[in-house]
């Protein structure tokens, strides 16, 4: 395939706008990035629309816009998991998350752990918090890469060795570099760019590509029936219904755990901003769901079959499909566009991820069991020098390790991440589960999700449970959570019982309807400005 | 926004309505046909669109309802 000169003019182009505005960043809304609250939560200011774009451009990543299409292009209807797995977070968000908030902003915990800490009184359940947050993270960011090396592709800039991704490195370089000198307000500021892109792409894409291939009942005329539903029960098993739910539900109660969107959550000015949110984040659910689409237009398309795009199926494999569609219907100029967007998209939530990962070893390892005497300025370095491993790790694992290594671990991490909802989650409501009986069913929650992945090979997270013949098939992050929950309710009492210590709670009920004071920014300027 | 309220508020029965988005997704049945179409789109796919208008609605509803 020949370098499309035109499509990677404008992708350089928007690259260099964004890395301009990635460094003014850090002078919008001032404040003394020497602070590890300002320059990993920008000072929690961020109003009801930024927060908007900043957890839009957070959650919905390049990985999604890529890795969605290309399981409904290849699996269908399964695929299509991600809309009501969207949909489910944000009621869930609404409820829940305004509490964290108010507790956080009380007692300036930066991170679910810190919260963790201040409620159980227990290092070690905060550490195991922590470590989970930092594991299922740093694969995620890796996969963001992978986005970006699909997209830089597809405009036909290949080489072999490190030239080929000399690309890679330096978009990651300019992300590194504004990432540290900006902390949260540069991909906050960027995410406003990246989320306007990929909302006009896919707009033009929903219309263009069906008026090319002849409207939407042709698209779906396209699909083998066998695909566009799910396979029902029978009378072994479930069929694909146990999977599809469990998916849904289970990647919504785990997304806001993740520290990148605990990073979100905390940096807004006020419960009323999350409240907000949830009511008006589904605009981006909407917008997954067309994304979703894309892979089915792929098909219909038959972008797999273009000789043009053969290379680079055998690649990246259906992870091809979007690239190769956008490439087939799309005019340079606006594929040039369209990449940028997802290549943008790649770098927001890597930012944020960073970031989140940073905090949480800064706060939660180092100054909790390192160098506990640490002052404010050398806790921000630290965090920001920590902000750099972080993706130099990432760089060196999708340039050295086989991709399918970040895919395998970031499937784990989803089961990883989900174990510690009765930690924060129940938290948030009771105090009654013991620290101890917590830190064992994470244990037991981490250590049974892990076997199912292992029974599969790591390469599903389908675990097919099987009662009396009957087969059912569902998300192992779910069984393993219910293991998770049962042991820490059954443990608690026994534990408080035999009388081992529970540690000391610093919070109190009225910390978790603290609304905070709105700050003199806040009033004083508009959303944006 | 009221002022420095810090009494803690009960919970409010408005949260029920946030369950319908749960029950609407997570209950395959309802949903995985693909008659009726809308528009040669198979009901497995409108129906899911029309819950995150649905899921968005209820959520703002409540936003509403309890925001004091």
């Known amino acids: ?529 | 926004m009221s002022g420095p309220d810090r009494k803690p508020r009960r919970r409010s029965w408005w949260n029920l309505l946030l369950l319908v988005p749960f029950i609407g997704t997570l209950w395959v049945p309802f949903y995985n046909t693909l008659a009726p179409e809308w528009h040669g789109i198979p009901f497995f796919y409108w129906y899911q669109f029309l819950m995150i208008l649905i899921g968005a609605l209820l959520t703002a509803i409540v936003y509403f309802a309890t925001d004091r």
């Open chain 1, 1 to 529: 395939m020949a370098i499309d000169w035109v499509a990677l003019s404008v992708f350089i182009g928007l690259f260099g706008f964004i890395t301009i505005l990635g460094f003014v960043a850090g002078r919008w809304r001032r404040g003394d990035l020497d602070l590890l609250h300002e320059w990993g939560l920008a000072g929690g200011r961020f109003g009801t629309v930024v927060t908007w774009f900043l957890l839009g451009g957070d959650l919905y990543t390049a990985y999604t816009f890529i890795a969605v299409p290309a399981l409904v292009f290849g699996q269908g209807a399964i695929g299509f998991f991600g809309v009501p797995y969207t949909i489910l977070i944000y009621p869930f968000v609404f409820v829940v998350f305004p509490r964290l908030w108010s507790v956080a902003r009380r007692h300036g915990y930066i991170t679910a752990a810190d919260f963790v800490r201040g409620r159980f009184g227990n290092r070690w359940l905060a550490l195991a918090i922590a470590v989970t947050g930092l594991v299922a993270t740093m694969p995620y960011i890796a996969l963001q890469l992978v986005g970006l090396q699909v997209v830089i592709a597809a405009m036909g800039v290949e080489g072999t060795g490190l030239v080929g991704d000399l690309p890679l490195i330096i978009a990651f370089v300019i992300l590194a570099a504004f990432t540290y000198t900006s902390g949260l307000r540069a991909p906050a500021m960027i995410a406003v760019v990246k989320d306007v892109l990929i909302w006009v792409v896919v707009i033009a894409a929903v219309v263009l590509i069906p008026a090319q291939l002849g409207g939407y009942a042709k698209i779906f005329a396209a699909i083998p029936e066998s695909k566009l539903i799910l396979a029902p029960p029978d009378g072994n098993s479930l069929g694909g219904y146990s999977g599809y739910a469990s998916l849904a539900l289970a990647s919504a109660l785990a997304l806001f755990l993740y520290p990148h969107s605990v990073t979100g959550v905390l940096s807004s000015s006020g419960r009323h901003v999350i409240r907000r949110n949830a009511a008006m984040l589904p605009a981006y659910s909407f917008l997954l769901g067309m994304i979703a689409l894309l892979g089915y237009m792929a098909v219909a398309a038959g972008v797999d079959h273009n000789p043009e795009f053969a290379a680079g199926f055998s690649h990246y494999k259906a992870n091809f499909a979007v690239p190769a569609l956008f490439r087939q219907s799309f005019p340079s100029w606006f594929v040039g566009i369209a990449f940028a967007a997802i290549g943008i998209g790649a770098l927001v939530p890597a930012a944020i991820m960073s970031i989140a990962a940073a905090n949480l070893w800064t706060r939660n390892i180092y100054r909790e069991f390192i160098h506990s005497a640490c002052s404010l300025k050398q806790e921000a370095h630290m965090a920001k020098l920590v902000s750099l491993v972080v993706k130099v790790g990432a760089l060196f694992f999708i340039i050295f390790l086989p991709q399918e290594y970040a895919i395998q671990l970031q499937l784990l991490g989803g089961i990883w991440m989900l174990q510690i909802l009765p930690a924060v989650v129940f938290g948030l409501y009771t105090r009654r589960l013991h620290p101890w009986a917590l830190l064992i069913g994470w244990a037991i929650g981490i250590g049974s999700g892990t076997w199912m992945a292992a029974t599969l090979d790591f390469k599903s997270s389908m675990y097919p449970l099987v009662i009396h013949g009957f087969t059912i098939k569902a998300y192992a992050a779910l069984y393993a959570l219910s293991l998770n929950i049962a042991v820490s309710a059954i443990l608690s009492p026994v534990l408080t019982l035999l009388r081992v210590p529970s540690g000391q709670d610093e919070t109190v009920e009225a910390d978790y309807h603290e609304r905070g004071m709105p700050l003199p920014e806040e009033i004083a300027s508009a959303p944006l400005a």
